[in-house]
């Protein structure tokens, strides 16, 4: 089974400045798909980035982007610019085979004025 | 369409009870999950449908949960004699590609006393 891995349960970070989630994954496929979602305090879960594995290229979204090392299985994400809306819970997930979206425990980010 | 719609968003029930949930998927979409998730955890993988076929079901299903998706629309997850370790939130989502965005719901707050 794949395991999903944040080692950070809280992160804190200053309005208009730069944060990274951390994130790694265990699995033995070679074809996945990752993605980072983020919870809002009593709110749905939303999709912020998506990832395929057979890209090189790392996807950009906006302010978020995500540094991708295939080899050292880690997906960490970049927030750029920190907004009090980015504060959050932020959850990193793999997608193999299967059809369950896997979760890591979520790290959960403070924005400070 | 909305989005994901479930209901109820809160259930209290008293141990040994049966409780049921009802998810409403974004129309077109046949791919439909169900999700558990307790605090400062992340969402665990329940089962998944396509269309109205139960394709997988977690081993953290046990015997007292049923879902059921007739006709391949709404969803329906059960839960006979209710226990304490039961209390979670239940969270329900649906895609329209096997490895694209899931969709969530708000999600229903079960707390069992």
């Known amino acids: 089974a794949q395991t999903v891995t944040q080692s950070q349960p809280e992160m804190s970070v200053q309005e208009a400045e730069t944060v990274t989630l951390s994130c790694t994954y265990d699995?033995?496929?070679?074809?996945?798909?990752l993605f980072w979602y983020k919870q809002p305090p009593s709110r749905q879960m939303i999709l912020v980035i998506r990832q395929e594995a057979y890209k090189q290229q790392n996807a950009t979204e906006n302010r978020f982007s995500v540094n991708f090392q295939k080899a050292a299985k880690s997906f960490s994400l970049k927030i750029s610019d920190s907004q009090l809306g980015d504060a959050a819970m932020y959850f990193c997930?793999?997608?193999?085979?299967?059809?369950?979206?896997?979760f890591g425990k979520g790290t959960s980010l403070l924005v400070t004025p | 369409d909305t989005g994901v719609s479930q209901n109820p968003r809160h259930k209290i029930t008293k141990r040994g009870q049966n409780v049921t949930f009802r998810c409403d998927p974004i129309s077109e979409h046949n791919r439909l999950y169900w999700y558990r998730q307790t605090l400062g955890q992340g969402p665990e993988f329940l089962t998944y449908?396509?269309?109205?076929?139960?394709?997988?079901k977690s081993r953290l299903l046990s015997d007292r949960f049923s879902a059921e998706r007739p006709k391949g629309s709404f969803s329906t997850l059960e839960i006979q004699r209710t226990e304490q370790g039961d209390s979670a939130m239940y969270l329900c989502?649906?895609?329209?590609?096997?490895?694209?965005?899931?969709?969530f719901g708000e999600g229903s707050r079960l707390t069992v006393l």
């Open positions: 699995t033995s496929e070679s074809d996945y798909y």
């Open positions: 989502a649906s895609s329209m590609t096997r490895t694209g965005e899931l969709f």
């Open positions: 449908f396509q269309n109205e076929a139960q394709l997988e």
């Open positions: 997930a793999y997608r193999g085979s299967g059809y369950a979206l896997n």
